[in-house]
């Protein structure tokens, strides 16, 4: 089983920056260095898009396009914690941010949801205009 708790959501303006984290508690078998994570988020009334995943195979990061060059995703394995740095926020990146591990690394794209078996509770993040 594996546990995603994330935290840093709030409400900001236009322009401002917010860095989220996702701490992992497991007893997967598995080093939390070995896990394969991701970031979706979810605004009202639409579905849960891809933000960003890093995957140990090359140790690459994706990132969807309407957060490239703004957004970045980190980890620190010594503390079992992602975070990601949001930069220049927009009001259209108004979303409940979630994180999600596949401590397995299956075979899934890195930007589907089908990939990630376990899911965070969410954290709000309000852009402001």
């Known amino acids: 089983q594996v546990q995603l708790v994330e935290s840093g959501g709030r409400l900001v303006q236009a322009g401002d920056s917010l860095r989220l984290s996702c701490t992992a508690s497991?007893?997967?078998?598995?080093?939390?260095?070995?896990?394969?994570m991701g970031w979706f988020r979810q605004a009202p009334g639409k579905e849960r898009d891809f933000v960003a995943a890093?995957?140990?195979?090359?140790?690459?990061?994706y990132y969807a396009d309407s957060v490239k060059g703004r957004f970045t995703l980190s980890r620190d394995n010594s503390k079992n914690t992602m975070y990601l740095q949001m930069n220049s926020l927009k009001p259209e990146d108004t979303a409940v941010y979630y994180c999600?591990?596949?401590?397995?690394?299956?075979?899934?794209?890195?930007?589907?949801?089908?990939?990630?078996?376990?899911w965070g509770q969410g954290t709000q993040v309000t852009v402001s205009s």
């Open positions: 890093y995957t140990w195979r090359g140790g690459t990061t």
């Open positions: 497991a007893d997967s078998g598995r080093p939390f260095s070995a896990f394969e």
């Open positions: 999600a591990a596949d401590p397995m690394g299956n075979s899934f794209l890195p930007s589907a949801r089908e990939k990630y078996p376990y």
